[in-house]
T-cell receptor
Framework: KAGVTQTPRYLIKTRGQQVTLSCSPI?????VSWYQQTPGQGLQFLFE???????NKGNFPGRFSGRQFSNSRSEMNVSTLELGDSALYLC???????????????FGEGSWLTVV | GIQVEQSPPDLILQEGANSTLRCNFS?????LQWFHQNPWGQLINLFY???GTKQNGRLSATTVATERYSLLYISSSQTTDSGVYFC????????????FGQGTELSVKP
């Protein structure tokens, strides 16, 4: 079955613009989480959604937001882009809610965002 | 907060050699997973291993939860094993949030 699909794969935006990234989880998976990866900070948790509810949120400013739809697909939005938002944004899905025993997490290929 | 430390930070091997990567964590965890990040950025799940030992082909992993460390063994390394290996933990009261180590960058030379 198909893995976690993220679109777009690559994008370039200008400071001040906003961006929306999309994630389709593995079929049947109801949990979607988002991570930001930068050379300086490594991999950092953004948020987790399960059944359209945000269950956990990382330490990022309010410019970062997300949502999950009834079909488990998720989007994340970054408004008023800053140069420091340039990063690889990774989406992950799992069958169960985060914290459940045996809950293996699978990642997509990521969306490379460059802010100029 | 919890600290997740991986060692070594970098490792260069000749094809066919064996290696051991280590992950230390500073608090009790609900979940521990090992990932391999390929050159295109994708994180490939290797093991879900909050405790015990698992093997998958040339790879195996052991987590000793009481001593707060995990080991990833790579035997008979191949050039395709190159990339960055991450361990990530999940705390009991923060389900859904993986906390990653800084990774071990492995380079396997032919």
């Amino acid at each position: 079955k198909a893995g976690v699909t993220q679109t777009p794969r690559y994008l370039i935006k200008t400071r001040g613009q906003q961006v929306t990234l999309s994630c389709s989880p593995i079929s049947g998976h109801r949990s979607v989480s988002w991570y930001q990866q930068t050379p300086g900070q490594g991999l950092q948790f953004l948020f987790e959604y399960f059944s359209e509810t945000q269950r956990n949120k990382g330490n990022f400013p309010g410019r970062f937001s997300g949502r999950q739809f009834s079909n488990s697909r998720s989007e994340m939005n970054v408004s008023t882009l800053e140069l420091g938002d340039s990063a690889l944004y990774l989406c992950a899905s799992s069958l169960l809610a985060g914290g459940s025993s045996g809950n293996t997490i699978y990642f997509g290929e990521g969306s490379w965002l460059t802010v100029v | 907060g919890i600290q997740v430390e991986q060692s070594p930070p970098d490792l260069i091997l000749q094809e066919g050699a064996n290696s051991t990567l280590r992950c230390n964590f500073s608090d009790s965890v609900n979940n521990l997973q090992w990932f391999h990040q390929n050159p295109w950025g994708q994180l490939i799940n290797l093991f879900y291993i909050p405790s015990g030992t698992k093997q998958n082909g040339r790879l195996s992993a052991t987590t000793v939860a009481t001593e707060r460390y995990s080991l990833l063994y790579i035997s008979s390394s191949q050039t395709t094993d190159s990339g960055v290996y991450f361990c990530a933990v999940e705390l009991y009261n923060q389900g859904g949030k993986l906390i990653f180590g800084q990774g071990t960058e492995l380079s396997v030379k032919p």
